[in-house]
T-cell receptor, first 112, second 114 residues
Framework: DTAVSQTPKYLVTQMGNDKSIKCEQN?????MYWYKQDSKKFLKIMFS???????INETVPNRFSPKSPDKAHLNLHINSLELGDSAVYFC???????????FGPGTRLTVT | DQQVKQNSPSLSVQEGRISILNCDYT??????FLWYKKYPAEGPTFLIS?????DKNEDGRFTVFLNKSAKHLSLHIVPSQPGDSAVYFC?????????????FGKGTSLLVTP
């Protein structure tokens, strides 16, 4: 009965490849997020979707493209991967404007 | 530009004693503050929160204090238990142009020793 799940948990790939990370929540929330935790352990917002509509798009390279097929899913597609993309990516969800967000287990992306 | 700061990267406390984790913020528009706990290879889990209209919120062994004038909050854990050993993140949210995003500090790694 996992609330927020992500696949895969680990992803190792070479520079220049394209990869996707999937996120699903079964909490009935209507807002979903992607955060990036870099090597300095700093968690930073990347995107936010509310009812499948993009509401936050921080200064993230356009190689990163979120896709929300429905309210329960928010996938992250990354084109032309670079070494600096190596990080842990966390998906989260919340209900409306509630600040209380529930996080997935994270996906550790390593670009070689 | 880091708006939430946790200046102590680590803290070690003996079991049974009080753990005090501190957090400072710079954005006066923040109106809701949360503490998350994170174990290795897991996602952050919500611990306790406080609205800016309050100065204290208590939940069992965990208490969060907010000093708005100083833009400072702290998390008190008493008594500390070995299972509390984890990284604790302070996060803040506001109705500013940050939308629904949480602004996180860099975390404090707490070690509770038996």
């Amino acid at each position: 009965d996992t609330a927020v799940s992500q696949t895969p948990k680990y992803l190792v790939t070479q520079m220049g490849n394209d990869k996707s990370i999937k996120c699903e929540q079964n909490l009935g929330h209507d807002t979903m997020y992607w955060y990036k935790q870099d090597s300095k352990k700093f968690l930073k917002i990347m995107f936010s979707y509310n009812n499948k509509e993009l509401i936050i798009n921080e200064t993230v390279p356009n190689r990163f493209s979120p896709k929300s097929p429905d309210k329960a899913h928010l996938n992250l597609h990354i084109n032309s991967l670079e070494l600096g993309d190596s990080a842990v990516y966390f998906c989260a969800s919340s209900q409306g404007t509630s600040a209380l967000q529930y996080f997935g287990p994270g996906t550790r992306l390593t670009v070689t | 530009d880091q708006q939430v700061k946790q200046n102590s990267p680590s803290l070690s406390v003996q079991e049974g004693r009080i753990s005090i984790l501190n957090c400072d913020y710079t954005n006066s528009m923040f109106d809701y503050f949360l503490w998350y706990k994170k174990y290795p290879a897991e996602g952050p889990t919500f611990l306790i929160s406080i609205s800016s209209i309050k100065d204290k919120n208590e939940d069992g062994r965990f208490t969060v204090f907010l000093n708005k004038s100083a833009k400072h909050l702290s998390l008190h854990i008493v008594p500390s238990q070995p299972g509390d050993s984890a990284v604790y993140f302070c996060a803040a949210s506001g109705n500013s142009n940050s939308g629904y995003a949480l602004n996180f500090g860099k975390g404090t790694s707490l070690l509770v020793t038996p």
